[in-house]
């Protein structure tokens, strides 16, 4: 799966690296580079975020990422912290999550930035998590995959492509790429480690600041680290993580040494965060019934930052083993006690679907979604219990304001093209579905539909000439994909 991704990228890639080297060789031999641009001779910004959308779509299609508007949200908010305090921001960041128990998280062309489940869930507090995101920012604003390439120019393309290609790909699979690095001579490899090191450093030097500018605790990089080499000493193979982000005890010191050269932070322990490690627990690890057991454990010993937290865990145990009286009891407490937490307001959104009370459910959001229009918890619940609740007419109005906002929803796609379906809205379900295949860079199967789509249009000509537009942007977007 992830070979395949890498496979149709690294194809891409090369031709942009081929191209770049030789016009820099014919054409740029003696220009003096500009001032400001960082490695702008190796590859175009604008390049970048193409790349970057192109590995982006592939991801979604067909790597291990997560489509949860909770996680999503959170992972974005404190992205969105970090990057307002960050220096060089050329475009909009986008933070995702794939479920893996790997404590990884990688950098990509574009504004990329994934993280593993393993690393949410084994960060002990915000700031953790927050150092490892801001170290991620740095990678992008410094360009440091940019400046790899660049700083292989005096060699020839096919090493370049080699090399970008081992970065990518241990980005998301850290064994293979480490391997593949290894496949260089020994000169070139030694090269691209140290050239790693450099960008480590620097990003670590960046990340600590953007962190502490952001309001979280600057210890947060050096107490990261520590459980990086605590877990690594005790497992035999390296953690995926430190195979892309190599850690010398070093690097802890400087990081400790950094953070001690701004004020002491004081910050306090953050509900959400500790609700999301509960949500990643209870939803993408173990089983229901050991998860009950863990959640009940926890209350019972009273081993808990936040009660809320093991109390909401449970809750999912519950729901997640048919049991949903019970979790709607400790859903119902907790809505009590804080009735605008999403968290909550999601989870009791799911128990009204699954015991057919959708009246309570559309109530509750309604009223939130007042308070947050076009949040994406609330927008995409609400539209779910519509359909659920047989009134798709509503749910498609609601869903198309959305997705004007937020036009890259594979989600909301996937609930839209349901309601134009229950709907019998056969032509505009066809359309939706065009748009979802696009999203995952399906291109193919996406025109397919366009032109099932046009066999509903009837006598509709404007709507024809619509179809027939979006046909040629989606094989403009195909040849563009073939050719980066």
Sequence with gaps: MLKQILTTLL????????????????????????????????????KEVLIGDALMRQLRGQGPVISDPLLDE?????????????ENVKFPYTFFILNSPDINAFAFFGGHIGIHTGLIYNARNESELASVLAHEVSHVTQRHIARSIEAKQKSSPLQIASMLGSILLAAVNPEAGIAALSTANAASAQSSINYTRQNEKEADRVGINILAQ????????????GILAEKSRLKSTRLAFLQTHPLPESRIADARSRAASYRPRNVPPSL?????????????????KNNIAYFSALLDKQNYVFEQAPQYGLALAYLANEQPKKALTLIEDLLDRDPNNLFYLDTFSDIAIETKHYAEAIEKLSIQSALTPYNQVVTLNLANVLIQSQ???KAVALLKDYLLINPESMLAYELISEAFRNSEQKLE????????????ASYPRAIDELHTAYNFAGDRQIE?????????????AQERLQTL
């Design 11 to 46: 194809s891409a890639l090369l031709t942009v690296l081929i191209s770049s080297a030789s016009v820099d060789a014919a054409n740029k031999k003696n220009a003096l580079p500009e001032i400001g641009v960082v490695a702008s001779s190796a590859i175009t910004l604008d």
């Design 74 to 86: 959170y992972i974005q908010d404190i992205g969105n912290r970090l990057v307002a305090q960050a």
């Design 214 to 225: 952001a309001g979280f605790d600057p210890n947060g990089a050096s107490s990261f680290f």
């Design 272 to 288: 959400n965060f500790h609700l999301a490690k509960s949500r990643i627990l209870a939803r993408y690890y173990g089983n229901p």
């Design 391 to 393: 009134q798709p007419e």
């Design 429 to 440: 379900m066809h359309q939706a579905k065009a748009e979802l295949y696009s999203l995952v």
């Design 464 to 476: 024809k000439q619509r179809i027939r537009a979006r046909i040629d942007q989606f094989r403009t």
